[in-house]
């Protein structure tokens, strides 16, 4: 994809990943839209850059989305660009009480909400690129987060079917696989420990200049494109 001159949809551009995507996105001459649930931190995304364009949708709900494809055709209807990004991570076990009703949401959230927008962004007109961001955790999953693991496996599997049947749309898929990295996804803290989200977006922008299609970065590297050992190895150290 070009990296400037586009208009692009950040689903989660308010934090994390996201937010990381959104500074980039802007400091390389785009015009980027973010949507979130929360209104309070799209705004203090807002105040910092003027230029981004916010909306509160929640993508949970299915008429929200609904609502945000609508409103982006009709408001801006030279959007190229559609980033998959918003997720939610729960740590939880089969034990938990409240097990199936964070693991509903966390279904919803990151499986039903991007499939459903990448149904109806499809039929945008001007959308050249879908990029969805998915997880190390696809290919080897953590039992501390097994719900979260499966639907970013599930996420890659469809990005990769997606990528062949929007072919001959002329829409690119690409597909970002980042490792653990310092963001308050899943609780505040609990990844202050791993790297930072700047060394994931420099090179999400070194493979996007190459004209890659699936980028990854440290350890995802090995997640992604190790072997059978590899990957046994992997999960040991994720399921001590």
């Not at 208009?7 to 949507?35: D, M, P, Q, S, Y």
């Not at 109806?120 to 998915?134: E, G, Q």
Request: glycine residues 8%; contains cysteine.
């Amino acid at each position: 994809m070009q990296l400037s001159n586009n208009k692009i949809l950040i689903t989660g551009g308010a934090t994390g990943i996201g937010l990381g995507l959104t500074e980039r996105f802007l400091n390389e001459g785009n015009t980027v839209i973010i949507c979130g649930r929360r209104e309070s931190v799209l705004k203090e995304v807002s105040d910092k850059y003027p230029e981004v364009i916010t909306k509160v949708s929640d993508l949970s709900v299915q008429d929200d989305r609904v609502a945000l494809y609508n409103w982006v055709a009709e408001n801006h209807p030279d959007l190229n660009v559609l980033i998959n990004n918003a997720g939610i991570q729960n740590w939880m076990t089969i034990d938990d009480a409240d097990f199936m009703e964070r693991a509903d949401a966390e279904i919803v959230t990151n499986i039903v909400a991007p499939m459903h927008l990448t149904k109806l962004f499809s039929l945008l007109p001007s959308l050249k690129t879908l990029i969805n961001v998915t997880s190390g955790l696809a290919f080897v999953p953590a039992s501390k987060i097994g719900v979260y693991s499966a639907t970013k496996a599930f996420f890659h599997s469809f990005t990769l079917t997606t990528r062949y049947v929007l072919k001959d749309k002329g829409i690119e898929v690409i597909e970002l696989i980042p490792p653990a990295l310092d963001t308050n996804l899943g609780g505040t803290g609990i990844h202050s420990s791993f790297p930072p989200v700047s060394g994931f977006i420099d090179k999400v922008f070194e493979d996007l200049q190459k004209g890659e299609e699936e980028i990854t970065y440290l350890h995802s590297t090995d997640m992604a494109n190790g072997g059978p050992e590899v990957l046994k190895a992997r999960f040991k150290i994720l399921n001590p």
